[in-house]
T-cell receptor, first 116, second 110 residues
Framework: GAVVSQHPSWVICKSGTSVKIECRSL??????MFWYRQFPKQSLMLMAT?????????EQGVEKDKFLINHASLTLSTLTVTSAHPEDSSFYIC????????????FGSGTQLSVL | KQEVTQIPAALSVPEGENLVLNCSFT??????LQWFRQDPGKGLTSLLL?????REQTSGRLNASLDKSSGRSTLYIAASQPGDSATYLC?????????FGKGTRLHILP
């Protein structure tokens, strides 16, 4: 099956710094990737939909200037948390849709972000 | 606005029992429904995908059904094992958005 690689798995950073998370589709082209955030014991919450070559579509309440998404190629999307604060500490997961697998979603392994 | 509800929120059953997890959604205009499992601190693993035109999908000990008109899906797990302990999420796709339920935390007692 399709594989989505997400890196890093975990990151600890100081408040005010920026953190970049990468999401790669390894054996398929993903025209659409999704970024989710999950707080402890909560469900996944969609942050934004990323389409290759165009601007991401952000969900209501998600600050586009704080969570920068770049989908420059069919196999790579990045999420940059700018000027991170402790309340940004969360589990971030990306997913990609594979059109050859009946639109099935494949997920990265997630990134645990801890902001001190 | 699509809302996805999963009942129960948590479930503990003895090993070997069959069990059913429920997922309901408010807007029946969906493209597909997907079931995932999530282990603590991990990403999601896709279990079964049901297209809107399908009634059920099976994979090993798992069987997922879909009744679009009533806005319901069930995930049936046969002969449960301790390794099945995880959180199970259903996700509904409509209008290019995927909405997740809050999940059911399943604990299989050895």
């Amino acid at each position: 099956g399709a594989v989505v690689s997400q890196h890093p798995s975990w990151v600890i950073c100081k408040s005010g710094t920026s953190v970049k998370i990468e999401c790669r589709s390894l054996d398929f082209q993903a025209t659409t990737m999704f970024w989710y955030r999950q707080f402890p014991k909560q469900s996944l919450m969609l942050m934004a939909t990323s389409n290759e070559g165009s601007k991401a579509t952000y969900e209501q309440g998600v600050e586009k200037d704080k969570f920068l998404i770049n989908h420059a190629s069919l196999t790579l999307s990045t999420l940059t948390v700018t000027s991170a604060h402790p309340e940004d500490s969360s589990f971030y997961i990306c997913s990609a849709r594979d059109h050859q697998f009946n639109e099935k979603l494949f997920f990265g392994s997630g990134t645990q972000l801890s902001v001190l | 606005k699509q809302e996805v509800t999963q009942i129960p929120a948590a479930l503990s059953v003895p090993e070997g029992e069959n069990l059913v997890l429920n997922c309901s959604f408010t807007d029946s205009a969906i493209y597909n429904l997907q079931w995932f499992r999530q282990d603590p601190g991990k990403g999601l693993t896709s279990l079964l995908l049901i297209q809107s035109s399908q009634r059920e999908q099976t994979s090993g000990r798992l069987n997922a059904s879909l009744d679009k008109s009533s806005g319901r899906s069930t995930l049936y797990i046969a002969a449960s094992q301790p390794g099945d302990s995880a959180t199970y999420l259903c996700a509904v796709r409509g209008d290019d958005k995927i909405i997740f339920g809050k999940g059911t935390r399943l604990h299989i007692l050895p």
